[in-house]
């Protein structure tokens, strides 16, 4: 913890003792400790800068004999890996236009970045008007039909595997979690496109 968060700590506690019946509100709570922390000397905060200093210690000394479950490197998450059968997802109508767009950008901007392109594809998109997005909307309701159909036929073929959560996970732990790896693969898709 911070030395910060520990004198966060130790107001609410001294503010528990003082007014054990009050609720807190959080957001003024915080207002009050942050402006008292800025008040504050250098020798009054070195008592948490040694609290912090010495949690960092035992924090340190924790993880050097820490050892990662099996299959998880230095307790990240493991990254799912994508089945290479399954269908790759639609393009947005934005996607199918930077197709389009990106060589003229690349031609009329030969030294920018790949940021820069960017940046000059989504100023372009956002100056179209809505005769010119509705060509690449058709593509991508297009391409989004195309993809339910092969996710459909895909997810028939695939076996289902019915394992339950793993124990401790409840339902919307699990939900989360599934959420979580879907934005990841949509991430990692979203480069694959960009490459």
């Not at 991508?140 to 394992?163: L, T």
Request: charged share 50%; aromatic share 8%.
């Amino acid at each position: 913890m911070s030395a910060y968060a520990y004198f966060v700590q130790t107001c609410r506690e001294e503010h528990k003792k003082k007014h054990p019946n009050e609720n807190v509100v959080f957001a003024e709570f915080s207002r009050k400790c942050a402006d008292r922390w800025k008040t504050m000397s250098e020798k009054e905060k070195k008592r948490f800068h040694d609290m912090a200093e010495k949690d960092k210690k035992r924090f340190e000394g924790e993880m050097a004999n820490y050892k990662p479950p099996k299959g998880e490197k230095g307790g990240k998450k493991r990254k799912r890996v994508k089945d290479p059968d399954a269908p790759k997802r639609a393009l947005s109508a934005f996607f199918w236009f930077c197709n389009d767009e990106r060589p003229r950008v690349k031609e009329t901007m030969p030294d920018t970045t790949v940021g820069e392109v960017a940046k000059e594809l989504g100023r372009r998109w956002n100056d179209c008007t809505s005769e010119q997005k509705s060509k690449y909307e058709a593509l991508a309701a297009k391409d989004k039909a195309r993809y339910e159909k092969e996710i459909n036929v895909y997810k028939s073929k695939k076996p289902k595997a019915a394992a339950p959560p793993p124990k401790g996970k409840g339902k919307a732990k699990a939900k989360e979690e599934s959420e979580e790896e879907e934005e990841e693969e949509e991430e990692e898709e979203d480069d694959e496109d960009d490459d």
